[in-house]
């Protein structure tokens, strides 16, 4: 009994002893590592915080998309994220968040995302819409770069969860964003003069109270004499009772892509839903012509349900 | 453990060694000289190639032998004696047959010394040994001297290759154009397609085994277990993913499998002794070969299970050993065992195999023009130029078979459809090819693509060019001009930009001594030296600064540059004598108003002429277009495109001829409206 | 004296603890692709081994016989976390080319068998000459094969200061394209090791022969 005491104190003794020794040793190195750190990252930092005085707060991290945490006294935290969109190379950049919630910076640092796609993560239009936000709010996907965007916004989730605990700030961690709202504005009458859009019925399918109306229609380039553009097709289903549209879907799109397809999406065509002759429907902002042209087939559908 | 070594053969027999490794020799050189003959006949081919491929027949030999001749002077044996019992230029002929026509000599002179020695020697000589020194030696090759070719022996991909990059499945379709690149299945079949020096002809190979088999120099046993194998699990794995009955077939023809099957999986001193455990070292070769596939996504399946059955020899040999006859039942059933669980294991994993996207490299078009050259990923990159008589360029095609081609052929093609579109309608002299858009993942093939690009400019001299010279000093040059700075990274960053008479930069200067090394100061030194050359023979008032090319990791450097070039725009009214057109707000002028309804609102147009009736300005105003497009439109209009009609009679300006915006239709043809409503406002 | 000498001799090649007892052998294989490498471990194993030794060898008498082992690994492993953050600190860059390594220097079989073989039944000044000894001994053989590795598989030999990364020296001696980057990888580093093994038995035996025909 007393060999097993002596022989535990024995080893407790010497484990002090080391202990002892290791906590000398480390005071002595730990501030030479951490400034280290932050010198490789300042270069980084000062893209979003210039001059500022910055030290590395710890990274209590557990999904692994954060890289690295510093905090730029008296402005916010910077947070250096990684994680893996389209390219199998993962992309890293760094999210910051002011002191009062709010987006201090958005900065790429490497990305190897496609051009035209997922690279736009980084483009204007996306960081603007970014640095509008603050650390509560749900972070939007970026349409045509979902798969980027996606992992994007998975680690400012993450660097949210680190920032919101650390400042006490109450969020919903499931909130999801809504895809941003399609811009639209001027109203065009559906009974307006649209001739030029030579919208015809080319089929009819009737089906009780409702009309399936195929109709083609020029869009943008056929109006301008284009001749290597093609004609967009529009299925419009319209109820009989009160001459209201009930759907209108695009089928065939001939237009400029990138810019006329804008106005596929259920929330535009959601805009024909209940028009009537005497309605009119806003063109989405950047696709005037292709917006008239489905405005035309809905026209030229209301008309043939009309008899006119 | 109790292990016996049995160096084999190791029963009398009628044949001696001699004349078993005699026949070997024979059958191989038969294969040798069929790819000769390949390569003499072959459509872009040539003598040059067969001479080439003896060359390296020889490299080989001589190592083996010479390595081998070293060895036994330092162990003292009679040295013409023991080389030719130790058959060492059997392992070089086959290692040279293994290696594509490109490799360099060097790299097959090292690996084959080292195949000897590492694979041979050191474990006692010939029949002494577990692995097979030639799959060391091309092992080694693979692992150290991949990038050593030559460069001017131009491979195209193989079969194999492209057939990996797209995850070893194709849709039938698509295979049948795929194949009919090499000349179809029958010809992959003799062996008239790329691939490595002596591995391509299945019919030679096939003929050569069969006498060899006659001659009872190897076991047919291994070559049916091997390739009965290969077929069985491919067709069930073809048959699983959809494949047709070529997929079986294509597998069989392609990556040595013949080659391997005949002359190194029957290696007597690596293979089990008995006939049991040769159709087990068949049937575990066939495994890996197709799992390593499928799999592995590596074409070069063969060697590796060569490799690996050998080093399990030993242990098949435990399993097999003892009186043949008594335990005939027993390897019977082991043999059955074996066979299934490797096909079960297969098909398994056969069913988590996704095609790839591939793009065949599709056949370009012949033009002509000033060709330039480079070095690809696989081999010459080769873009052609073709200039009208102004030196305008018409169109780019590019050019390089040697590429992978899901990723470096891929980006040629991209580049011949769509990449060099922004080339065409530039002068020649002028293109600054590094704004290609480079494809993610080819980097290297988009680079050559550059490179090559460049090389055609080399010849050109420019007319516009004033007497600078044409490459900028490293350290930044004393220049007359203007003056523009802003805070940089580090420090102050300042630029002078120098203009000629007419207010024409003539060459813009940058420095910024307080930016980091390695990132801005690289920057600088790369705007000084190429960044800056797009605005020489621009006027100052018009150059449009944001379009520098910043750099990465210098984003605060690149548009501090970018700052400080704005600025000096902002102080040349007294130089130039063109009227400027300023970029913010737009002036008042007095002159000939014309309207034209836009997007949002109202858009006019006022022309100002001189006494003569020649445009001195034209502005558009359009307050009411809509931000980031119409209002960007209508800027755009004010200081560039208006620019052209500056001197030119009114009566004889054409507005038609601006290009409208993309994406403000409706504003850009309101302004030419406008404009010409203007025009015959002023002529009544 | 002479009994020291020989035994210094000894460490360095008849006991090698490399090339001749075969121990420590992971962490050789794994970082002797360059000289700075092999001398930034040599020098960390050096100081770990020697200290270790003396430390071990001046607690000799009062360390229960029952845990020694225990206690041991105490010592060592303080010890090389000692060197390892004074590395991370100072030579940052060694720092990572040798990573988790210099933490497996407490697994490293020298240093526990020089303990209890050694360490544990000698005096203070003879424990600390047998650490340095077998650790220039593994010194020297960790530099032996980065050289080897280095030049053959890369081609420039090259030494940089570890604190400062300023470059001492730096030859190519083989062209980059003629390198054999084999050299450079595990497989390169087994057949290296496998040659300065045999090399040294050759040796060993050579002398011993000579020795008996004496």
């Not at chain 1, 660097?159 to 065009?188: R, S, W």
């Not at chain 2, 194949?179 to 003929?207: C, D, H, K, N």
């Not at chain 3, 001398?39 to 960390?44: D, P, T």
Request: with cysteine.
């Amino acid at each position: 009994m007393k060999k097993i005491i002596y022989l535990t104190c024995f080893l407790a003794i010497v484990c002090a002893i080391a202990g002892g020794a290791l906590t000398v040793v480390n005071d002595m190195t730990a501030p030479v590592i951490e400034s280290m750190a932050i010198e490789a990252e300042k270069e980084n930092l000062e893209l979003i915080y210039p001059g500022a005085d910055f030290t590395e707060v710890e990274n209590t991290d557990d999904t692994g998309l954060i890289l690295g945490i510093y905090e730029a006294a008296g402005q916010g935290y910077v947070y250096k994220l990684q994680n893996t969109g389209y390219s199998s190379t993962p992309f890293q950049f760094l999210i910051a968040f002011n002191l009062d919630g709010t987006v201090g910076g958005y900065q790429m640092l490497q990305s190897s995302e496609t051009n035209g796609f997922g690279a736009r993560a980084w483009e204007d239009e996306y960081t603007n819409t970014i640095l509008g936000l603050t650390s509560s709010d749900a972070f939007p996907l970026l349409s045509g770069a979902t798969v980027t965007s996606t992992g994007v916004v998975e680690a400012i989730d993450a660097a949210k969860a680190h920032f919101n605990a650390l400042q006490g700030i109450e969020y919903d961690e499931n909130a999801v964003a809504e895809a941003p709202a399609l811009a639209t504005g001027n109203p065009v009458a559906l009974n307006s003069d649209l001739a030029d859009y030579n919208a015809t019925v080319t089929d009819e399918v009737a089906d009780g109270d409702k009309t399936t109306y195929t109709v083609t229609a020029y869009g943008f380039g056929l109006l301008n004499g284009q001749s290597d553009y093609s004609e967009n097709v529009f299925e419009v289903v319209v109820n009989n009772t009160d001459l209201t549209i009930d759907s209108i879907a695009m089928t065939q799109f001939g237009d400029t892509a990138g810019i006329g397809d804008k106005i596929d999406t259920p929330e535009y065509f959601d805009l024909f839903k209940g028009a009537t002759i005497d309605s009119s429907v806003d063109t989405v902002t950047g696709a005037t012509f292709t917006s008239n042209s489905a405005i035309a087939a809905a026209q030229a559908a209301l008309n043939a349900a009309g008899g006119q | 453990m109790k292990f016996t070594f049995k160096p084999s053969p190791n029963y009398r027999d009628s044949q001696s060694t001699q004349s078993i490794m005699r026949d070997l020799t024979i059958g191989l050189l038969v294969v040798f000289a069929f790819s000769l003959f390949y390569y003499v006949t072959g459509e872009n081919l040539g003598v040059n190639y067969a001479l080439r491929a003896c060359g390296l027949l020889v490299t080989s030999v001589i190592s083996a032998v010479v390595t081998e001749a070293i060895y036994f002077a330092f162990k003292k044996e009679p040295i013409i004696k023991s080389i030719k019992g130790s058959f060492g230029w059997v392992t070089a002929i086959i290692l040279t047959l293994m290696c594509p026509i490109n490799i360099s000599y060097y790299a097959l002179a090292i690996s084959t010394i080292l195949a000897i020695v590492f694979g041979k020697l050191v474990f006692g000589g010939f029949g002494q040994n577990i692995f097979n020194p030639a799959a060391f030696g091309r092992a080694i090759i693979m692992a150290s001297f991949a990038g050593s070719v030559a460069v001017d022996f131009a491979t195209s991909a193989t079969p194999t290759a492209s057939f990996a990059a797209s995850g070893w499945l194709m849709s039938n379709e698509t295979f049948s154009s795929f194949i009919a690149q090499f000349g179809g299945l029958s010809e992959m079949f003799i062996g008239r397609y790329p691939g490595a020096i002596g591995e391509t002809s299945a019919l030679v190979i096939l003929l050569v085994g069969a006498f060899l088999v006659y001659r009872k120099v190897i076991d047919w046993k291994v070559i049916v277990a091997y390739l009965g194998t290969i077929f069985v699990s491919t067709l069930g794995i073809g048959l699983v993913n959809g494949q047709g009955m070529w997929y079986p077939i294509f597998h069989l023809l392609t990556g040595g499998v013949m080659f391997g099957a005949v002359f190194m999986l029957t290696d007597p001193v690596t293979n089990p002794t008995s006939s049991a455990g040769r159709i087990i070292f068949g049937i575990g070769a066939a495994f890996f070969t197709v799992l390593i596939r499928i799999k592995g996504n590596l074409p070069e399946g063969v060697l590796y299970s060569i490799l690996l059955m050998n080093m399990l020899t030993p242990l098949i040999e435990r399993l097999t050993t003892g009186n043949q006859i008594k335990i005939a039942k027993k390897n019977m059933r082991n043999v059955a065992i074996i066979f299934v669980a490797c096909l079960a294991i297969l098909l398994g994993v056969s069913t988590t195999m996704e095609a790839k996207e591939i793009t065949i490299n599709e056949p370009v078009e012949e033009i002509d023009g000033i060709t330039g050259t480079a070095q690809g990923f696989g081999g010459e990159v080769s873009v052609t130029v073709a200039t009208d008589e102004n030196g305008i360029i018409t169109k780019i095609v590019a050019e390089g078979t040697a590429e992978t081609p899901n990723l470096g052929g891929a980006a040629i093609s991209t580049f011949n459809s769509e990449g060099f579109a922004k080339f065409e309608g530039v002068a020649l002299a002028e293109a600054d090819f590094d704004t290609l858009d480079t494809i993610t993942g080819s980097t290297v093939t988009s680079e050559a693509v550059i490179e090559a690009l460049k090389q055609t400019q080399g010849g050109q001299t420019t007319t516009q060019e004033v007497t600078e010279e044409t490459t900028a000093p490293t350290t930044t040059e004393e220049i007359d001009g203007i003056v523009g700075s802003a805070q940089g990274f580090g420090g102050e960053i300042s630029v002078t930009v120098a203009t000629d008479e007419n207010g024409i930069i003539t060459k813009i200067v940058a420095e910024g001594a307080n930016e980091t090394a390695g990132l801005g100061l690289d920057a600088i030194e790369t705007f000084n030296n190429e960044g800056f050359a797009k605005f020489e023979g621009v006027a100052l008032a018009e150059a449009d600064f944001d379009t520098l090319d910043t750099i990465t990791g210098s984003t605060v450097t690149s548009e501090a540059v970018i700052e400080a070039l704005k600025q000096t725009q902002g102080e040349t009214t007294t130089e130039t004598t063109a009227p400027e057109t300023t970029e913010a707000a737009t002036e008042e002028n007095d002159g000939i108003v014309g309207t034209a309804q836009g997007f949002g609102g109202e858009i006019t147009v006022t022309i100002s002429v001189d006494e003569n009736g020649n445009i001195t300005s034209v502005v558009a105003e359009g307050a009411n277009e809509t931000a980031g497009l119409g209002l960007d439109a209508i800027e755009k209009f004010n200081s560039e495109d208006f620019t052209e009609f500056e001197g030119v009679a009114l009566a004889e300006a054409d507005f038609s001829t601006i290009d409208t915006v993309t994406g403000s239709t409706v504003t850009s043809k309101a302004v030419v409206e406008a404009a010409q409503a203007a025009q015959s406002a002023a002529q009544q | 004296m002479n009994k020291n000498k020989s035994s210094f001799i000894n460490g360095l090649l008849t006991e090698n603890p490399v090339f001749g007892l075969y121990l420590g052998i992971c962490s050789t294989l794994a970082i002797t692709t360059s000289l700075n490498n092999a001398i930034g471990m040599g020098v960390a194993v050096i100081f770990v081994l020697t200290f270790s030794n003396i430390i071990i060898s001046a607690m000799r008498n009062i360390i229960p016989n029952e845990i020694r082992i225990p206690v041991y690994i105490v010592i060592i492993a303080t010890l090389v976390t000692i060197v390892e953050m004074l590395i991370h600190a100072y030579a940052p860059s060694l720092y990572s080319a040798l990573g988790a390594f210099i933490s497996l220097i407490v697994v490293n079989c020298i240093i526990l068998g020089r303990a209890e073989a050694f360490a544990s039944k000698n005096g203070i000044l003879a424990s600390a000459m047998d650490g340095i000894s077998m650790g220039i001994g593994y010194t020297l053989s960790l530099l032996v094969m980065s050289l080897i590795r280095q030049i053959l598989g890369t081609g420039i030999l090259s030494f940089s200061n570890p604190f400062t990364d300023a470059t001492i020296f730096s030859f190519t001696i083989i062209p980059e394209n003629y390198v054999i980057s084999m050299f450079k990888d595990p497989t390169g580093a087994f057949l290296t090791f496998a040659c300065c093994a045999a090399a040294l038995t050759a040796y060993i035996n050579h002398k011993k022969k000579k020795e008996a025909s004496r």
